[in-house]
């Protein structure tokens, strides 16, 4: 079972391989092989999952190598399941974006280019995950940022370029301070092997408290800018909204989370004592706060998201400052559920936006009468945000506030009120968007002028438009199509940044895919008994730490 270890790591990159080598002129191939591994992937890391729960974490030394020498790739408990929801979501937003493909008709080259892209940024997910030091780490990170600059600058338009600039920007600059936290870290211990330096924990001890504190705060700086936690989150409401809707989607539901994952693995492993709590506590009620109120101020739908996003990220940052076990499993249990559900929503924004040209709410409305599955697949994953029992939002949040009363300190006290509202104010805000998109009667001109989105010099919006530099979707700010559209038809953005005209049936690839992900975050919910357990079985393992460094150092 050992040998299984690498492969959702190498299958994405061999597929790559052959998606470049082949997809320009075999687009039909190109589509199989990237479906054919993510499934495969997918049935690995169930496999790995299980093998990992019954047997005790699985190691493989690459090159057989031992460590610190060699490259050490390790599946507890947490890392497949982390694995398994990452690969069911991949595949559901992969079929998806192949339906938005051939709805599009899109067959240019930034499109072919989108398969491979994908399956590098599938890699680096899985190598995160797997990674069994910090060196590795580093190095998932730099695959997910090389593939996650093509996927947000796709077809090349103004807005997507621009955000992409600013997300790499504050990549590189997480980057470099990750580089010399390892390299602070490699200095003062002699290695950067997670499990050495978790059987090093005492001589991390001894070093001077400010060189402790030090590294552990560059660590954690690193990793809540991957998680856009505030105040370092500034750079996602601006990033994620301008992609492509299954780009923006698997972003925003799962890179994120690996930051999150990398908070849970290092605090547990490096850093046992909860030094930085109080800390960590302070910055996931100020990011569950100003979140939620950035939310309520939006009127487009993909920001309003992005915002809702910052601001659960809060609840996960909560159970890993609490340090206890029962924080824990219901920090974890709110991980697997928020990728699926917050993947779930940007897939349906997408088709709002197929449906009626634009996500700003203010520009549509009558959806529930006009597009009942559409509202019904809105539904379902907004209330379980929300935290509407007995969902499995409810479940984490429960957890969580479980956790925090046990514990009884002050700042426990503080985030459970603030889980509270925060949960609440959710709650409104997605009342707020079945109100304006779904229930209130469609405002006039709806389907008769479309907003452009995204456009090329050739499909652009009308040629007297302002001529000043492309602005950002959301903002109140970018362009408008003072063209008429024929009756019933409107405007959306391609993989391209094409603007199409949309039609009152919604392409089906791309509806059951979100279905499929809509059943995935239900399926926490049907199967919550076995997912709390096996969560509560993993904080216990993080805690202990003596499995994973028995595993990689087999003593």
Not at 462 to 487: F, K, V, W, Y
């Amino acid at each position: 079972m050992n040998a299984l270890v690498p492969l959702p790591v190498l299958l994405p990159l061999c597929a790559t391989g052959l998606s470049l080598a082949f997809g320009t002129r075999l687009k039909q191939f190109q589509r199989m092989i990237s479906v054919a591994v993510l499934t495969a992937v997918l049935a690995l890391s169930v496999a790995l999952m299980i093998a990992a729960d019954s047997g005790g974490p699985l190691t493989v030394h690459l090159g057989d190598f031992a460590p610190p020498l060699g490259i050490t790739l390790v599946a507890d408990r947490l890392s497949g399941l982390m694995l398994t929801v990452s690969s069911a979501v991949t595949l559901c937003v992969l079929v998806y974006s192949l339906g938005q493909g051939m709805a599009d008709r899109d067959e240019e080259t930034p499109v072919a280019v989108f398969h491979p892209a994908y399956l590098i940024l599938v890699a680096g997910v899985s190598c995160t995950f797997l990674a069994g030091d910090l060196v590795n780490l580093y190095v998932g990170f730099e695959i997910m940022l090389v593939a996650s600059f093509v996927l947000l600058t796709l077809g090349g338009t103004g807005p997507r370029v621009r955000a992409g600039s600013t997300y790499v920007i504050i990549s590189l600059f997480s980057s470099m301070l990750f580089l010399t936290a390892i390299a602070m870290t490699y200095a003062a211990t002699g290695t950067a092997n997670l499990a050495q330096l978790a059987q090093l924990a005492q001589r991390l001890g001894e070093l001077p408290l400010g060189v402790q504190t030090l590294i552990q705060a560059m660590l954690l700086t690193v990793f809540a800018i991957k998680a856009a936690v505030f105040p370092l989150a500034a750079w996602l409401p601006d990033s994620y909204p301008t992609a492509p809707a299954p780009v923006t989607a698997v972003f925003a539901g799962l890179l994120t989370k690996v930051g999150i994952y990398c908070m849970l693995r290092t605090e547990t492993l490096l850093f046992p004592g909860n030094r930085l709590g109080d800390l960590l506590m302070a910055a996931a009620l100020a990011s569950m706060m100003i979140g939620i109120l950035g939310a309520v101020a939006q009127t487009d739908l993909k920001r309003l998201l992005s915002f809702i996003l910052i601001s659960h990220i809060g609840y996960m940052v909560f159970g890993i400052g609490l340090a206890s076990r029962a924080a824990y499993g219901g920090a974890i249990v709110y991980v697997a559920h928020h990728i699926t559900v917050q993947t779930t929503l940007f897939l349906v924004a997408g088709l709002i936006e197929r449906r009626t040209g634009t996500t700003e709410l203010t520009r549509i409305g009558g959806l529930a009468r006009a597009a009942p599955l559409l509202a019904a697949l809105f539904f379902v994953p907004a209330m379980n945000l929300a935290g509407i029992p007995p969902l499995s939002g409810f479940i984490g949040k429960l957890g969580l506030m479980r956790a925090g009363v046990a514990d009884g300190g002050v700042w426990a006290w503080i985030l459970v009120v603030g889980s509270v509202a925060t949960s609440l104010l959710t709650l409104y805000v997605m009342a707020k968007v079945w109100n304006l998109a779904f229930w209130r009667a469609a405002p006039p001109g709806q389907a008769a002028d479309g907003t452009v989105l995204e456009s090329d010099d050739e499909n652009g919006g009308d040629e007297d438009a302002d001529e000043g530099p492309d602005r950002i979707p959301g903002t109140g700010d970018e362009p408008i199509l003072h063209r008429h559209q024929p009756a019933g038809l409107a405007v959306a953005a391609t993989l391209h940044g094409h603007a199409v005209t949309t039609t009152t049936k919604l392409p089906t690839l791309m509806t059951a895919a979100t279905a499929a992900a809509v059943a995935l975050g239900l399926s926490f919910t049907v199967l919550a008994g076995p997912l709390t357990s096996y969560t509560d079985r993993t904080a216990a393992e993080l805690l202990a730490r003596s499995p994973y460094i028995e595993a990689v150092l087999g003593r």
